[in-house]
């Protein structure tokens, strides 16, 4: 007679329950994404509504209820403040939390990916290689990274940003939607560049560029 074991999985949770959490639930659930987890619901400030049947329970005070409970890994968007999203990241890290990461089915052999970077599979990275994608970022929808781009922590790239060879961006940086940065340059901490706009030059930290008139 053959026993079967079944191992119990990791348990996860998504922190977040907007369009990007929600959009997570139904790959999960649809396409087997992160399936080396167990995805149990959603942690979020502002929402007690959960989406296909994943709840949503609690907020970010039951996150040390959640980790004693047994919940050890933890997915976060909040993608509209960066640097906060980045300081969260750091302390849920303390707390005791894992981070998974995701890759893009379009990564080089050559990308290096730092732990709790989130990767849009239809993001695509170019090039010979070289790229370190820094921990805690953002890959999102349709972004091209080419070779040799490096960033820091908590970078948020948005959708359709192309970032183009030997570009360094700092910590806590985002990107909006369809904006650009040229080969080679340097972009700072905490900067933003607004949607469609183009980064041509040294950016230095806290540095703000508009979206074009």
Do not use: W
């Not at 820094?134 to 948020?156: A, L, Q």
Request: include cysteine.
């Amino acid at each position: 007679m053959v026993f079967t074991i079944k191992m119990e999985l990791p348990k996860l949770v998504v922190y977040g329950a907007g369009d990007n959490g929600r959009e997570f639930a139904y790959r999960y659930k649809h396409e087997g994404l992160n399936r080396e987890c167990e995805f149990v619901g959603f942690v979020d400030d502002h929402s007690g509504e959960g989406f296909l049947g994943y709840p949503v329970l609690g907020n970010s005070k039951d996150l040390p209820r959640l980790r004693e409970g047994g919940v050890e890994n933890i997915i976060v968007f909040l993608l509209e403040k960066p640097q906060t999203r980045l300081k969260i990241c750091i302390e849920l890290e303390k707390m005791g939390f894992k981070f998974p990461s995701s890759k893009s089915p379009y990564n080089n052999t050559g990308v290096n990916i730092g732990k709790g970077v989130y990767i849009h599979p239809t993001a695509t990275f170019l090039g010979i290689g070289g790229q370190d994608i820094g921990d805690f970022s953002v890959i999102g929808p349709y972004v091209t990274v080419e070779g040799g781009v490096k960033t820091g922590k908590g970078v948020i790239l948005s959708p359709y940003v192309c970032v183009h060879k030997g570009v360094s961006i700092g910590d806590g940086s985002v990107f909006y939607s369809r904006a650009i940065c040229f080969p080679r340059v340097k972009v700072g901490k905490n900067c933003i560049v607004a949607p469609h706009g183009i980064v041509r030059k040294y950016l230095r930290d806290n540095g703000k560029i508009k979206s074009p008139r």
